[in-house]
């Protein structure tokens, strides 16, 4: 009795393995499924990415504001006759506080 129920053990286990472990088990639609996940979630990121790009390309072809934006901003252009003011914001080191911006600063050593 004992030789027959090893048997039908041994039997069961060796059916289960090509559903647990085999070439198309459960195991490795997992795995698969978690590469699809993560492909997916990449491809919405790139497509994001290529619709911002997209739309700034419309508006370089469209109109001269855009252009005249980025050259300022990424450039650092100015328009002929132009003043160009700059604001800071936070003060850092070494900067003068603004009470006595106005003051002299000496360079002597």
């Given at each position: 009795m004992?030789?027959?129920t090893l048997i039908l053990i041994i039997l069961l286990?060796?059916?289960?393995?090509?559903?647990?472990?085999?070439?198309?088990?459960w195991l490795k639609v997992w795995e698969l499924s978690l590469q699809?996940?993560?492909k997916q979630e990449a491809n919405n990121q790139t497509?994001?990415?290529?619709t911002l790009l997209d739309a700034e390309v419309r508006d370089l072809k469209q109109g001269t504001e855009a252009i005249e934006e980025h050259a300022r901003s990424e450039l650092g252009m100015i328009k002929r006759d132009e003043v160009f003011f700059q604001i800071v914001g936070d003060q850092h080191k070494g900067e003068v506080p603004a009470?006595?911006?106005?003051?002299?600063?000496?360079?002597?050593?």
């Open positions: 004992r030789a027959v286990l060796l059916l289960q393995y090509p559903l647990w472990l085999g070439k198309g088990g699809v996940e993560a497509r994001m990415r290529n009470d006595q911006a106005g003051k002299p600063v000496s360079t002597t050593r």
